[in-house]
């Protein structure tokens, strides 16, 4: 059964990252007959799921207002997600930054040992 639903709706390509990690979605909005794109900067608090079903969620602060957004990873409004760099964690569900303000909520970065 999960063969043929990944058969139907093929995955979308993209960049690696994991919960911690900040990045950048660009997703496209329609309005009215137009379209553009829109860009949701912020910390990657959680993955979910595996292959079609795979989601993400996003928080960022806008205005001393936390808001999160739930994307699926295969979503066709999806057009890119960049890395902007790499959170040091120790959980994969970060949902501990919802309590936490100002610089309390900043997350050590990782860095790549050669």
Do not use: W
């Not at 057009?79 to 790499?86: A, C, S, Y």
């Amino acid at each position: 059964m999960q063969d043929i639903i990944n058969e139907v709706n093929p995955k979308n390509e993209l960049t690696k990252f994991d919960a911690g990690d900040s990045v950048a979605v660009h997703y496209k909005i329609k309005e009215g007959a137009k379209e553009r794109i829109q860009v949701f900067q912020g910390v990657v608090i959680q993955k979910r799921g595996k292959g079609s079903t795979e989601t993400f969620t996003v928080r960022k602060m806008s205005s001393s207002v936390g808001v999160e957004r739930i994307f699926p990873s295969n979503s066709p409004f999806i057009d890119k997600v960049e890395l902007i760099k790499r959170g040091k964690v120790r959980r994969s569900r970060i949902f501990y930054l919802r309590e936490r303000k100002g610089k309390a909520a900043r997350i050590k970065e990782r860095y790549n040992r050669k």
